[in-house]
């Protein structure tokens, strides 16, 4: 018998292409997103939507950019657990808890 053109469309139907997973994110309380095999948020606004997704809020709802290279901060999308979340764009990689900073917000895979 001939096969109708329907069987394929609702091969199709049963079986559509994958979507893009959604982004998911962590808080590295230590180390380098890297050790744990994640990314670093590399924006401010990412940094904005990765800490708002995981229930974060900065004391003045604005994430301050900092350029700092002294070695006090850490390295991309931070938390101080004073209720701070900073975005250093720091050129010496610092750990996600230097001088006592709450961790680093990561992209997970």
Known sequence: GVQSSDACDF???????????PKTYALVPSGFC???????????????EVATSLGYKD?????AVVNDNTKSRPTGC???TAGNVEFFTTLIPMS?????????FCRVG
């Open 59 to 63: 004391n003045d709802g604005l994430i």
């Open 11 to 21: 091969g199709a139907r049963l079986n559509p292409p994958s979507a893009t997973p």
């Open 78 to 80: 931070t938390w101080h």
């Open 34 to 48: 890297e050790d744990k095999g994640y990314t670093k948020i590399a924006t401010k606004e990412e940094c904005l």
């Open 96 to 104: 996600c808890d230097t001088w006592g900073w709450g961790g680093c």
